[in-house]
């Protein structure tokens, strides 16, 4: 076989410089780059909105379990309860040391700590706040990540066996710093002849936490567990036992051998379970908007189908030039799906750059806004969280690359074919 007869291989110099010089062409000369252009952007933004998306709900949801992780417990011990000589349900743990041991002892637990909690209402300046108190030893606090590791925090937790500590949320609430006393005010206080009086002690301020979520740090404080004990009236036991695992993103399995480890009066209660229905509803909204800007990224790539439909018409007479030289339908295809390809790439490239600089840069930008707007865009009180989070996962990156170039590279085969299939007699017959 000559050379000159030897079939040229799919996507040749040749087509690729014809495609390109169809893309670059003017309007007066027949060309669409107009409407390049707006198949160029339009790809770009939704491209770029749907990274975005994809990140600030990867840092919603991270940032939403890692607050809850460092300042909760992962799986919770309590006791099924018993009935005691007055005939109520105590479901308080009187050998909570033993308890412990057991727990501890399973293989994956890291922490254990026995827990006092109560409701009361803590009072300062004339100004009151319904806080939980959790009564628990300073050891054990200062394992907790959200609470010791906070970055906001004041005071010294080294002395915390000296008095209490609260959360921001509730020292701004009552508007006390450290140092300041505040009261605690419980109903279930000293038992007497003419019914149970409140109890009402007082409490210097030696910490203020913030653990990253709002909810937290407006309704939590931290007392002595001794001192938590004598002031609930839980002499000698413990409301529960909180344990921390190594692998909380899996905690169901370890959960049952904590329970089995236990004994047969405990029951187990994971973050999972305490968090699931929130969680169940992030992942269906995160379906829901992942549906809809795929819609979006559709319908920008609909564009490249006008602009080469258009270029396809204008193209006629050079189509059936092309084809007597001796061009196949597949060369004029491939012309025609390059023109449509390399519009959806660098859409596409130039929407992962703006979307990974969004999620990179999401703090400056988010304070860029807030101060046009004029503050209180983010409100930590309905959001549960300080501040816009984004996490750029390279998995999300992905998906979305291979949705735009996917769609892009369907789309532009119906107006590639139609340009192939045309007869060149018709294409010249006018010209």
């Known amino acids: 076989m000559s050379p000159m007869s030897r ?24 060309g669409v780059s107009a409407m390049t252009w707006i198949s160029l952007i339009g790809i770009t933004l939704a491209v770029f909105a749907l990274i975005a998306t994809l990140a600030v709900r990867s840092g919603f949801r991270a940032e939403f379990v890692n607050t809850i992780l460092g300042a909760n417990a992962h799986v919770t011990v309590y006791s099924a309860g018993q009935v005691d000589e007055q005939g109520r349900v105590s479901r308080t743990i009187a050998d909570y040391g033993d308890w412990a041991e057991r727990v501890a002892a399973v293989p994956g637990v890291t922490r254990v700590a026995p827990l006092v909690k109560g409701q009361v209402m803590i009072t300062a300046q004339g100004r009151n706040a319904g806080v939980e108190v959790f009564g628990i030893q300073a050891d054990d606090l200062k394992s907790l990540p959200g609470i010791a590791g906070s970055d906001e925090a004041q005071g010294d937790l080294g002395r915390f066996d000296e008095g209490i500590a609260i959360g921001t949320g509730v020292a701004r ?49 931290y007392l002595p567990f001794a001192e938590a004990q004598s002031y609930f009236n839980r002499e000698g036991v413990a409301d529960e036992l909180e344990v921390m695992v190594q692998d909380p993103e899996n905690v169901e399995p370890i959960a049952l051998a904590i ?4 004994g047969g009066d405990a029951l187990v209660w994971t973050w999972r379970d305490a968090s699931g229905g929130f969680l169940r ?11 809809i800007l795929s819609i979006l990224v559709l319908i920008a790539t609909m564009n490249i189908v006008s602009g080469l ?41 130039m929407g ?14 988010f304070s860029f806004v807030n101060y046009v707007m004029g503050g209180g865009v983010w409100d930590p009180s309905i959001r549960g969280i300080y501040n816009l989070p984004a996490e750029l ?6 998906s979305a690359v291979a949705l735009s170039l996917g769609l892009s590279f369907l789309v532009t085969i119906f107006p590639a074919r139609r340009a192939a299939r045309l007869n060149p007699v018709e294409a010249l017959r006018y010209e």
Request: charged letters at 25%; aromatic letters at 10%.
């Open 281 to 291: 509803a992030l992942d269906v909204e995160d379906n829901v908007m992942f549906v």
């Open 259 to 262: 329970q089995r480890a236990a």
């Open 352 to 365: 992962v750059i703006l979307g990974c600089l969004f999620a990179i840069y999401i703090d400056p930008i």
């Open 173 to 221: 609430e009552l508007g006390v710093r450290v140092g300041d006393r505040i009261r605690l005010i419980s109903p279930d206080g000293v038992k007497t002849a003419f019914g149970t009086s409140p109890r009402i002690n007082a409490y210097e301020v030696v910490y203020i936490f913030s653990a990253g979520r709002y909810d937290i740090d407006r309704t939590r404080a």
């Open 7 to 30: 079939t040229p291989p799919p996507f040749a110099r040749f087509e690729w410089m014809i495609a390109w010089r169809y893309l670059r062409a003017r309007r007066a000369e027949g």
């Open 309 to 349: 439909v258009m270029l396809v018409k204008n193209k006629g007479s050079d189509i059936g030039i092309l084809r007597t030289i001796g061009l196949s339908e597949g060369s004029v295809m491939r012309v025609f799906f390059l023109c449509g390809a390399l519009t959806g790439l660098v859409g596409t490239l």
């Open 393 to 398: 996962r390279a998995g999300d990156v992905l």
